[in-house]
């Protein structure tokens, strides 16, 4: 069974740019979270979807969104990127959707700012 | 204060070594728990999952629970050089407002050495 898959694996941008991250989920799995990891704050929840549907926000700017698709896929867009939006990206999927579900990870794709 | 606290260590032992990794946390929602494990370069990898006070074995690893005293642990034994990793704690709340959200420990660094 293929784990989660995200792409780009590397992108570098420079500030003021906007950048899209991909992630397919686990199959069969419909619930899908994004997390920011970087060295200082660890790693971070940014928003959940499930059916389509964000369900839960972190505490990030609204230049930060998202969205799924129909098959479950989900993608995440940053815009007017910052220098401080450098960080390993971070996509996981679970079944359905609550705490109670256990979340595996996909890869990552590490975002360098210049 | 963080809600999920973890020492970043690093922590170095000898192969063959028991190792224990432990977290606290301070949100009584908290109902779920969960350990990682992430190689350099790999996102995080559900290496534990559970959801009551007590223990949880699989193979080389145990995970213990104390929700009296909001601490979680990971003991590896017999450690192996192929151990060496970042070890992330995690929780969820049952549901409610926080669809999807982990919070994570900031992991702690290990290094078995042969």
């Known amino acids: 069974k293929a784990g989660v898959t995200q792409t780009p694996r590397y992108l570098i941008k420079t500030r003021g740019q906007q950048v899209t991250l991909s992630c397919s989920p686990i199959s069969g799995h419909r619930s899908v979270s994004w997390y920011q990891q970087t060295p200082g704050q660890g790693l971070q929840f940014l928003f959940e979807y499930f059916s389509e549907t964000q369900r839960n926000k972190g505490n990030f700017p609204g230049r930060f969104s998202g969205r799924q ?46 | ?21 432990n977290c606290t946390y301070s949100n009584s929602a908290f109902q779920y728990f969960m350990w990682y494990r992430q190689y350099s370069r790999k996102g995080p990898e559900l290496l534990m999952y559970t959801y009551s006070s007590g223990n949880k074995e699989d193979g ?55």
């Open chain 1, 69 to 114: 698709f129909s098959n479950s896929r989900s993608e995440m867009n940053v815009s007017t990127l910052e220098l401080g939006d450098s960080a390993l990206y971070l996509c996981a999927s679970s079944p359905r959707e609550g705490g109670n579900q256990p979340q595996h990870f996909g890869d990552g794709t590490r975002l360098s700012i210049l």
């Open chain 2, 60 to 114: 080389r690893f145990t995970a213990q629970v104390d929700k009296s005293s909001k601490y979680i642990s990971l003991f590896i034994r017999d450690s192996q050089p192929s151990d060496s990793a970042t070890y992330l704690c995690a929780t969820s709340n049952a549901g409610g407002t926080s669809y999807g959200k982990l919070t994570f420990g900031q992991g702690t660094i290990l290094t078995v050495h042969p």
């Open chain 2, 1 to 21: 204060q963080k809600e999920v606290e973890q020492d970043p260590g690093p922590l170095s032992v000898p192969e063959g070594a028991i190792v224990s990794l």
